[in-house]
């Protein structure tokens, strides 16, 4: 069992930089697989990127790659987000998940790829 929590959401303005991070509670934090979500109200959740257990794998949605960097600290049991050039439409509840199993990047990319999941935070990019 694993139990994600979110933090580092907030308000900003377009341009602005956040850094979102998850601390995971539980064993073996370095083999879990690691994602982040988003979900922007009345859309669904929406894949923004996923780093492997060792940090080997990384992927990103093209919505994001090139502002916002995916690392995790695995000797402090936490994955964050780092998050550039924030626009508008960033804005969104973020949400950490994990899961044991790589599958594939299709998998990856999916809300069904992932067993455990965060509350979630928000961020909101003002103009």
């Known amino acids: 069992q694993v139990q994600l929590v979110e933090s580092g959401g907030g308000l900003v303005q377009a341009g602005g930089s956040l850094r979102l991070s998850c601390a995971a509670s539980?064993?073996?934090?370095?083999?879990?697989?690691m994602g982040w979500f988003r979900q922007a109200l009345g859309k669904n959740r929406e894949f923004v990127a996923v780093?492997?257990?060792?940090?080997?794998?990384?992927d990103y949605a093209d919505s994001v790659e090139d502002r916002f960097t995916i690392s995790r600290d695995n000797a402090k049991n936490t994955v964050y987000l780092q998050m550039n050039s924030l626009k508008l439409e960033d804005t969104a509840i973020y949400y950490c998940?994990?899961?044991?199993?790589?599958?594939?990047?299709?998998?990856?990319?999916?809300?069904?790829?992932?067993?455990?999941w965060g509350q979630g935070t928000q961020v909101t990019v003002s103009s």
């Open positions: 998940a994990a899961d044991a199993e790589w599958g594939s990047i299709t998998t990856k990319r999916s809300t069904e790829g992932y067993a455990y």
């Open positions: 539980g064993r073996a934090f370095s083999t879990y697989v």
């Open positions: 780093i492997s257990g060792g940090g080997g794998i990384i």
